[in-house]
């Protein structure tokens, strides 16, 4: 987003993007769908993931998402493809307890678009963006704590947390410090109103790139536990997938990216080794993944041009090997953020 080049406040408005599934023939090329397999798309939204796999004969596809008007978009793939697939409003770190309930013992693919959708920003009423006014929701299932419980309600210390480890933004101190101060007069309600008080303290980007950005990534992933809710999907994705079965991840921003690059590389038995003069107290377990060489796999200049949003975008992706899942790991835990758990399996 373009600012104002002296130095006010940057703009707030503009139109929505349509909605274009990233790095989709990358991550196309990474499942390679069979004849007979079944494949689950953990975050569904319109649908674009789900019909390019439909695509391919003989394959059926479960669509998951926590989101309720995601709906409509798998009543019309559900029209296209009646007897190859199947829709559940679910997240997809519960993706293993779904497929047993539909009595799909194994997948032979599982696709993850982490974050936020076009349409989900482009709807105001949802309050994901600061682009056009709206209430301070950022709620995908529009149930449980608003952004605006957050802001209103969490002392000056957690504020400051949240948008420091989930936003990695540097004035969050002073971001919480005059969140708290300005909230006893009047309450923060809409996302302008939060924006316009970030833009006095941040100083804009050179790049152009609204000062509110980082705030509002981070309390939009506190508010739907995104990163928790991550390493349950990856940790459910590793459970469920058959032997040779592709795990397939799109991020767009480096805490996302992080945790899966961890997650994947421990699973591939390329974690850290003990010291060679120490006794080991047991043998490493067998690798649950195999991982492809050149990753992570970034979008094409075309692409980029076309969808602007692709631009942070990283896929990783692995193969599931014959060996059992590996024990959680409690260091990965430890980068879901502050005031979040995982829950145990």
Request: charged content about 20%.
């Amino acid at each position: 987003m373009m600012g104002s080049g002296n130095g006010s406040q940057p703009p707030v408005t503009g139109g929505p993007a349509p909605h274009h599934p990233v790095l989709l023939p990358e991550v196309l090329t990474a499942l390679a769908p069979q004849t007979g397999g079944i494949y689950l798309d953990g975050t569904f939204g319109a649908g674009g993931y789900t019909r390019a796999i439909l695509a391919h004969s003989g394959v059926h596809v479960v669509g998951l998402d926590r989101d309720p008007t995601a709906k409509q978009a798998a009543a019309s793939v559900a029209a296209d493809y009646p007897d190859t697939f199947t829709f559940r409003q679910a997240r997809f770190g519960t993706l293993h307890d779904v497929v047993h309930s539909l009595d799909r013992p194994s997948l032979q693919g599982v696709v993850l678009d982490i974050g936020v959708s076009s349409m989900q920003l482009d709807q105001a009423e949802r309050g994901f963006s600061f682009r056009v006014d709206g209430p301070l929701d950022m709620r995908m299932e529009r149930d449980g704590p608003s952004a605006a419980d957050i802001v209103n309600g969490a002392d000056e210390t957690t504020l400051a947390s949240i948008l420091f480890h989930l936003g990695g933004e540097r004035d969050s101190r002073r971001i919480a410090r005059a969140i708290v101060a300005d909230r006893v007069a009047t309450p923060f309600l809409r996302t302008r109103q939060l924006a316009e008080l970030v833009a006095r303290i941040v100083r804009g980007s050179p790049k152009g790139i609204h000062p509110a950005t980082k705030t509002f990534q981070a309390l939009r992933i506190a508010v739907n536990d995104e990163l928790g809710e991550l390493l349950m999907g990856l940790e459910a994705a590793e459970q469920t997938l058959a032997p040779g079965g592709v795990l397939a991840v799109v991020t767009f921003h480096s805490l996302e990216d992080r945790l899966v690059k961890r997650f994947l590389t421990r699973a591939a038995g390329r974690g850290a080794a003990g010291s060679r003069h120490l006794p080991q107290a047991q043998a490493p377990a067998p690798p649950s993944f195999t991982l492809p060489s050149g990753q992570p796999v970034l979008p094409s200049a075309t692409e980029v041009e076309r969808n602007p949003r692709a631009r942070s975008a990283k896929l990783r992706y692995a193969i599931r090997t014959e060996a059992p899942p590996l024990k959680p790991d409690p260091e990965l835990r430890s980068l879901i953020g502050p005031n979040r758990t995982v829950t145990e399996r």
